[in-house]
């Protein structure tokens, strides 16, 4: 273990084997961090965060701060983060606004420098958010995402699986699964050609969600008109069903 005699370290806080710390970083009380991960210099790190294995969290970064909300009522919540996820230089991720809620981010996953997570955030595993990124509060990302940099996404949307987000997009409604979207506001324009090809998807899956997203994007088409089209034309692959549920549980509606 390598602790910085400049760090400031709870001793409540719990540091497994191998931790480093830099410089003038500060962890909160209560808070956990896992084995072989690194803290780079001037990292915030509040109370009863926990950190996952090897993680790589470099400096300014600030982690568990109060939720951005007027009259916010001090709660006792959390951030937890997963094994093998990176946090860049000055991403802030903010705790629950919920008493003992968890704004949580998952393994593997990389938040680009300036990237911002709002409270209740939920992001599932392989996501790469990039610089400058803002998710408002109660965003639900899934695994495998990919959001460009600049981007700013409305609270309680969510964000489907392997899907990608452009550059400097606008999103307020629910991003399909395995789709491309961008703009201001987001539009749909395909399925993410190069994601699902490198995420291993095999081409007859691939061809049926590009035809699926296509179907989608008709104009003449309603929702429900797309998903009985979609249901009647195409087989119900687990991914077809998938991006079927997704949209029936939408609580946003979905971009088209």
Known sequence: MTIHPSAVIDPSAKLEKDVSVGPFSIIGCGAKIGAKTVIGSHVLIEANTIIGNACKIFQGASIGGEPQIINFEDVPSSVEIGNGT?????ATIHRSMFKKGITRIGKNCLLMAYSHLGHDCKIGDQVVIVNGTGL??????????FISGLVGIHQFVRIGRNSMVGGMAGVNKDVLPFSTVEGTPARLLSHNAVGLKRANFKPNIRAAIKKALKIISLPELNTSQSMEKITSEIEMHE??????????????????
Do not use: P
């Open 239 to 256: 991914e077809i069903i998938y991006l079927l549920d997704f949209i029936k549980n939408s609580t946003r509606g979905v971009t088209k």
């Open 136 to 145: 408002s509060g109660h965003v639900t990302v899934e695994d495998q995402a």
């Open 86 to 90: 990176v946090v860049r230089e000055y």
